[in-house]
Structures are given as C-alpha cells and as structure tokens.
C-alpha cells in the first residue's frame, strides 16, 4: 500500500475511534487492512493516549484538510484502493 504525504493538513473523522499509534509505520499497516481507512494525521493526541501529546492517528476521511496546527497526513494512492 502506498500513501501520499500532505504537510500541515488533516485528515476528517475518526476512523475506529481514532486508533491512535507512536510509530507511522505501525499506523499504516493497520489502515492499510481497512477499506473504510482513509489514511494517518500525525497531530497533537487530544483523546490523552499518548504521553508525549501527539500521536498518529487513523481517520476515515481520504480528503486532506488544510491546517497549520496539524503536522502531516498521508492518504491512500487512489490506485491501491481499486
């Protein structure tokens, strides 16, 4: 599965209740196993899962969103999900 990266921009609702991971190569695995996973936001961790206060985060929707406060997203390659 390839992503695409997106720079200060996230990505829309949470995916499984925002399953949230340390590592983006962890991330992606588990989103790649999800069709209705649209992709990883790398931002501060509001919901108090990781210690450190940001985490990577899956989210449903595969629309990057503009957003300074946010580091990065990477969206599924459209070509992977056919």
Not at 29 to 53: E, I, K, L, M, Q
Not at 61 to 78: M, Q
Request: glycine share 8%; with cysteine; net charge positive.
């Amino acid at each position: 599965m390839c992503y695409t990266f997106h720079k200060d921009a996230y990505l829309s609702r949470c995916f499984q209740g925002c399953k949230a991971f340390e590592r983006l190569e962890v991330a992606m695995a588990y989103c790649a196993r999800y069709d209705n996973c649209g992709g990883v936001t790398y931002s501060r961790d509001f919901h108090g899962r990781n210690p450190r206060g940001w985490a990577f985060e899956c989210r449903a929707g595969s629309r990057p969103i503009r957003n300074r406060r946010t580091y990065r997203s990477d969206t599924k390659n459209r070509e992977d999900l056919e």
